[in-house]
Nanobody
Framework: QVQLVESGGGLVQAGGSLRLSCAVS????????MGWYRRAPGKQRELVAR???????SYADSVKDRFTISRDNAKNTVYLQMNSLKPEDTAVYYC?????????WGQGTQVTVSS
């Protein structure tokens, strides 16, 4: 079974930066999509960013031009660089691996942005 482990979350002041990592116990190139999602208390989980197997990326409008998703296939790791953080970015961030048959999720890492 594939396992995903997120790291890099924490407490940061508004305007600061964090980089999240998602280490995958498998070969990430076999997944059609790797993505980052987030969930704030009382809110539905939302897609933040995704990267396709071919390398194309997409972002939620709320994070576009501030966040960057990337991957290192040799390390089977996906990253989310978060710059210019805002209090509304506060959430638990989850890594996801998706293909036509399966979805795999990490347990999440907390990101808290103070005013």
């Amino acid at each position: 079974q594939v396992q995903l482990v997120e790291s890099g979350g924490g407490l940061v002041q508004a305007g600061g930066s964090l980089r999240l990592s998602c280490a995958v116990s498998g070969t990430i190139s076999r997944f059609n999509v790797m993505g980052w999602y987030r969930r704030a208390p009382g809110k539905q989980r939302e897609l933040v960013a995704r990267i396709l197997r071919g390398g194309n990326t997409s972002y939620a409008d709320s994070v576009k031009d501030r966040f960057t998703i990337s991957r290192d296939n040799a390390k089977n790791t996906v990253y989310l660089q978060m710059n210019s953080l805002k209090p509304e970015d506060t959430a638990v961030y989850y890594c996801n691996a998706h293909d036509i048959m399966s979805d795999y999720w990490g347990q999440g890492t907390q990101v808290t942005v103070s005013s």
